[in-house]
């Protein structure tokens, strides 16, 4: 035997795996990228235009925080959403189906109705607005318009959903681009804008728009959607690849909701640093529009209303593909997808028709959404803390409480609306 220390004999060392570069992470992260930015739209559509920009008009940056606690609890829901369907193979309407009894999923299946209504009331009403403040077009014209874009962009899904997602962080890319834009013009108060992000307070007076920021941000539609839109990256039913797949979408919701969050905030923070330092109180999306030109000038307004487009039409997409999903899963009623598309665009057509302020409809339509939220959020914790359901991967108690705290919350916000309305 040699003396030279480095001489193995009859020694079997064994091969190190070769581990995966970061390249090669990326790209695999990057796979899974795609179904928390549909998502994400929600969290940016023309309703959150009305509730930012009428919460920042009237109440400067005080209702910040609104904007944060909502997005930390859409986070949480969309979380819980993916892990279901990711799990279980099936969207949460089609897991209420199975679950619950036929009496509750047609409450159910009625109150997601409304919601459909609601929810493509307002994603409509941007559309059509965008169109009309960019070119002039008058608005039952430009809500026709808004119908047909939305139709075209729908039925790239037959080309597969990762061609819709790409489209949707297109024109996501463009609502944050603008209000990187409108953002530099408005030149904010970062200090304020810090403590108030940071720090609640609330009013009587501004109940009523944080109830509907709450609606517009945490959006019990896309509750639903979520847990449909992963099944198309579920390769796998082995728990390994269950768990791995689970964790990309975390990061897919994080990111998203994030970018979400900003453009949010920047909504509220350009209407405070522009519309309430000059005393401007602003009651419709037209007069947001045409103040900003002369008080920040043309680049601004333009900006503004090719973000109210771009999010209108991208939220418009997102929620006919909600609404096919909802209506079908808790009873198995197959209605057809473009009955079912006619069914929730006729209200908003109708009000655009008699001529009502659509941003008070806006408002309104998110704060029915708010008083929508328990009827996906209770299902969808009951759901995923069943172990016959999800097996390991079913909520541990701190899930369930931080759950059980949310809907808790939101109730008592619609509660306090309630009253205040009543008898205030």
Same mark, same amino acid.
């Given at each position: ?301 333009? %900006?503004?209303?090719?973000? =109210? *487009?771009?999010s209108g039409l991208s939220? &418009?997409?997102? @929620?006919? /593909? $909600?609404?096919?999903?909802?209506m079908k899963g808790f ?13 929730t665009m006729i209200p ?26 328990? %009827?996906?959020?209770?299902? =969808? *914790? ?5 172990? &016959?359901?999800? @097996?390991? /991967? $079913? ?30």
């Amino acid at each position: 035997m040699s003396d030279n220390p480095l001489y193995l004999h009859n020694v079997s060392v064994p091969i190190p795996l070769e581990k995966e570069t970061w390249q090669e992470k990326t790209k695999s992260l990057l796979r899974y990228i795609g179904p928390a930015f549909i998502v994400s739209v929600a969290y940016i559509d023309p309703g959150n235009f009305a509730t930012n920009i009428s919460g920042g008009s009237n109440f400067n940056y005080s209702l910040l925080w609104v904007i944060l606690w909502s997005n930390l609890m859409a986070i949480f829901l969309q979380t819980l959403s993916a892990k279901l369907g990711i799990v279980t193979g099936m969207d949460l309407a089609t897991q209420c189906g199975r679950q619950f009894s036929r009496p509750t999923n047609i409450l159910l299946w009625i109150i997601t109705l409304f919601t459909a209504i609601a929810t493509y009331m307002a994603e409509f009403l941007g559309a059509a607005l965008g169109f009309y403040l960019l070119f002039g077009i008058p608005l039952i014209w430009a809500g026709a318009l808004s119908i047909l874009t939305t139709f075209l962009i729908v039925y790239l899904q037959r080309f597969g959903q990762h061609v819709v997602e790409r489209t949707i962080v297109i024109l996501v890319a463009v609502i944050g681009i603008s209000y990187f834009v409108e953002i530099f013009l408005a030149k904010p108060n970062w200090h304020e804008v810090a403590i108030h992000t940071l720090i609640p307070s609330l009013g009587p007076d501004s109940v009523l728009v944080a109830v509907g920021m709450l609606g517009a941000t945490v959006m019990p539609h896309v509750i639903f959607l979520h847990s449909a839109l992963v099944q198309s990256r579920r390769k796998s039913e082995k728990l390994s690849d269950i768990k791995r797949h689970f964790r990309m979408e975390r990061f897919d919701i994080i990111f998203a909701m994030n970018i979400a969050f900003l453009v949010n905030a920047a909504m509220v923070v350009v209407a405070a640093s522009v519309f309430y330092a000059n005393g401007q109180p602003v009651e419709t999306i037209e007069e947001a529009h045409r103040s900003l030109s002369p008080l920040l000038g043309n680049l601004s307004s333009g %900006a503004f209303g090719l973000a =109210l *487009l771009a999010s209108g039409l991208s939220s &418009s997409t997102v @929620g006919a /593909m $909600a609404g096919e999903n909802m209506m079908k899963g808790f009873i198995g009623l197959d209605i057809p997808v473009n009955i079912r598309r006619i069914i929730t665009m006729i209200p908003a057509m109708i009000l655009l028709w008699i001529g009502l302020n659509p941003m008070k409809i806006l408002i309104l339509s998110q704060v029915t959404l708010s008083f929508a939220l328990p %009827a996906a959020i209770i299902p =969808l *914790l009951v759901i995923t803390s069943r172990k &016959s359901v999800m @097996g390991e /991967m $079913a909520n541990k108690k701190l899930t369930n409480v931080m759950g059980i705290i949310i809907v808790t919350l939101i109730v008592s916000l619609n509660a306090v609306l309630v009253y205040l309305t009543l008898f205030n």
